[in-house]
């Protein structure tokens, strides 16, 4: 059993920057593929980024590429989003999600954390 939870979401002016970070309970979190799922209102949940075991490779959505940078850090099982040069448009509900390879599944979320960039 794997209990995610998100923080570091807030407020920010456009061009700001936001850590996100997703501490993961258990000892399996190095187990996991990591990722970074948004949700904007009358939208779509997208993925924005993910990350492999082992932290050595990742994978970003067009519209946050040179922008966020996505790690972990296994021996604190914990999961970052470094969200820089922010936009309205990155305006949404932030959760990080663990991605299992051998069940084919997102097998657990966390809650969620707000992020919100004024224009």
């Known amino acids: 059993q794997v209990q995610l939870v998100e923080s570091g979401g807030g407020l920010v002016q456009a061009g700001g920057s936001l850590r996100l970070s997703c501490a993961a309970s258990?000892?399996?979190?190095?187990?996991?593929?990591m990722n970074w799922f948004r949700q904007a209102p009358g939208k779509e949940r997208e993925s924005v980024a993910s990350i492999s075991r082992t932290g050595g490779n990742t994978y970003y959505t067009d519209s946050v590429k040179g922008r966020f940078t996505i790690s972990r850090d296994n021996a604190k099982n914990t999961l970052y989003l470094q969200m820089n040069t922010l936009k309205p448009e990155d305006t949404a509900v932030y959760y990080c999600?663990?991605?299992?390879?051998?069940?084919?599944?997102?097998?657990?979320w966390g809650q969620g954390t707000q992020v919100t960039v004024s224009s």
């Open positions: 999600a663990a991605y299992s390879e051998y069940s084919g599944r997102y097998d657990y």
């Open positions: 258990g000892r399996t979190f190095s187990a996991y593929v």
